[in-house]
T-cell receptor, first 112, second 112 residues
Framework: NAGVMQNPRHLVRRRGQEARLRCSPMKGHSHVYWYRQLPEEGLKFMVYLQKENIIDESGMPKERFSAEFPKEGPSILRIQQVVRGDSAAYFC??????????FGNGTRLTVT | GDSVTQMEGPVTLSEEAFLTINCTYT??????LFWYVQYPGEGLQLLLKATKADDKGSNKGFEATYRKETTSFHLEKGSVQVSDSAVYFCALGDNAGNMLTFGGGTRLMVKP
């Protein structure tokens, strides 16, 4: 049973470009969470999604960031017009109802 | 809002030394408490958890006791190994471990 798969592992973008981060949850999991880890800091909650629905996006910046979890395919975290401050590790986690989170290995975004 | 405070690292110990990583929290209601471990280049893995006051979570020689009176969940291990070198995160959340609030993480380095 494959774990949570995130790709790419490393992503380099120039300022102003778009970054798309993908997350395939564990098989059978319908809940997806995105967290951001800034250098030398803990993880900060961004958004919680279920299939085709955003349940809680209280941690998402109001501009440039969006997330989706379509009926088919992976969850996508999109960052438009990236800035240097977006450089971080982005972790996806998945779960089924009332089960612990399983984390992916993260995508490390570097904005140059 | 909810928050978690951990002792700052890095914590550097010799092999077989005793480990304590302090964690205190602020929360409304009665959260569950968790310790996660992050090995270099990887995502977070659940290490242990406790769901109510006076519960003790334990795994791989690590343990932590949910202390409601001191709002603490300190992580301990009697004899650390080099392979325990990692970043440890204290977190609180609902019973299933979703919607987690993380502390800033404590880096542990164990020297042979």
């Amino acid at each position: 049973n494959a774990g949570v798969m995130q790709n790419p592992r490393h992503l380099v973008r120039r300022r102003g470009q778009e970054a798309r981060l993908r997350c395939s949850p564990m098989k059978g999991h319908s809940h997806v969470y995105w967290y951001r880890q800034l250098p030398e800091e803990g993880l900060k909650f961004m958004v919680y999604l279920q299939k085709e629905n955003i349940i809680d996006e209280s941690g998402m910046p109001k501009e440039r960031f969006s997330a989706e979890f379509p009926k088919e395919g992976p969850s996508i975290l999109r960052i438009q017009q990236v800035v240097r401050g977006d450089s971080a590790a982005y972790f996806c986690a998945s779960s089924q109802s009332n089960s612990p989170l399983h984390f992916g290995n993260g995508t490390r975004l570097t904005v140059t | 809002g909810d928050s978690v405070t951990q002792m700052e690292g890095p914590v550097t110990l010799s092999e077989e030394a005793f480990l304590t990583i302090n964690c205190t929290y602020t929360a409304t209601g009665y959260p569950s408490l968790f310790w996660y471990v992050q090995y270099p280049g990887e995502g977070l893995q659940l290490l242990l958890k406790a769901t109510k006051a006076d519960d003790k979570g334990s795994n791989k020689g690590f343990e932590a006791t949910y202390r409601k009176e001191t709002t603490s969940f300190h992580l301990e291990k009697g004899s650390v190994q080099v392979s325990d070198s990692a970043v440890y995160f204290c977190a609180l959340g609902d019973n299933a471990g979703n919607m987690l609030t993380f502390g800033g993480g404590t880096r542990l380095m164990v020297k042979p």
